[in-house]
């Protein structure tokens, strides 16, 4: 694995080899998948109406209908989904390996977590309205804003929730584990939450169609999400994902957030092998 690594300008999705059929099988996913998504977004929206004004920031309902969409979009998309290890249950964060935008849906239909991501993926169309909907935390790069997102991070936790993030700072082509960036670690060591907090790496391993490259679920760089989403449901077969919990890391017993960052690191790594990256018969 490469531990510096820049996208190079091979970021482009060729769609002319799709053909008829291909087309085809990306309308026959592409449309349950829509009817599924904005269908149980709805009634999510609705949900919220009551949910909200009882229970503030706790969501103790509209979860369940996030995690049964991203579990039956797999099925759609014929992609198996596999769990391997124990999911915590203590109270704290989760932080995996970053991939591709496959990686909401399985980390999601695995565990109920709300996500981390920046501020630009609120503007993003579709993808913004369903990363608002499913309690998704916006976050800005400006340090004179830090302190007012730590507040943020720490209340959400004492809510109870199970925040998501990718400390890569950025998706690979899913070949490979980026140094893990030490910055958002620093909201599990404030003196409110130390104590009772735990960080539970996980990582993410796609597993190519037969006869596509191993980065075939890769999505990096300028790579326009349409035609990553055309190609991924065009395909013949799917591929499958795998999601590995590994055992959680209790924060106060960490020396400061760069060890706990590195620890979180070397987790993720142990369980992420490129020989794995074969295609699926």
């Known amino acids: 694995m490469t531990p510096t690594w820049a996208p190079d300008n091979d970021d482009t999705v060729d769609l002319s080899t799709i053909g008829l059929m291909g087309w ?3 309308v026959m996913r592409a449309v349950p998948i829509l009817f599924l998504v904005f269908g149980c977004l709805i009634l999510l929206l609705l949900l919220r109406l ?5 229970f503030g920031l706790g969501r103790p309902m509209t979860p369940f209908i996030t995690q049964f969409v991203c579990r039956n979009a797999f099925r759609l998309m014929g992609m198996p989904f596999s769990v391997k290890g124990t999911q915590m249950q203590d109270a704290g964060a989760v932080v995996a390996n970053h991939s591709s935008w496959l990686d909401i849906f399985a980390l999601n239909a695995a565990k ?11 503007r993003w169309p579709g993808i913004g309205v369903l990363a608002k909907a499913t309690g998704t935390v916006f976050i800005e790069r400006n340090p004179r804003k830090a302190r007012a997102q730590k507040e943020v991070f720490e ?4 809510a109870g929730h199970k925040l998501l993030f990718f400390p890569e700072g950025t998706s690979t082509d899913g070949r490979r584990v980026l140094p893990f960036k030490s910055t958002l670690f620093a909201a599990f060591f404030t003196p ?3 104590d009772i907090l735990w960080v539970q790496p996980v990582t993410v391993n796609y597993f190519a169609p037969s006869g596509e490259e191993a980065r075939f679920y890769g999505w990096w760089g300028a790579m326009d999400f349409f035609p990553h989403l055309i190609k991924t449901l065009a395909v013949r077969k799917a591929g499958k994902v795998e999601v590995i919990y590994h055992p959680p890391l209790r924060v106060a017993e960490a020396d400061s957030r760069k060890s706990m960052a ?3 690191e070397a987790a993720v790594r142990s369980g992420h092998h490129i020989a794995k990256y074969e295609a699926v018969d």
């Open 24 to 26: 085809l099988r990306f």
């Open 50 to 54: 009551i949910e909200r004004p009882i």
């Open 112 to 122: 109920r977590v709300y996500f981390v991501s920046k501020s630009e993926v609120a």
């Open 155 to 158: 209340g959400r936790l004492n």
């Open 192 to 194: 409110e939450l130390k």
């Open 262 to 264: 590195l620890a979180c």
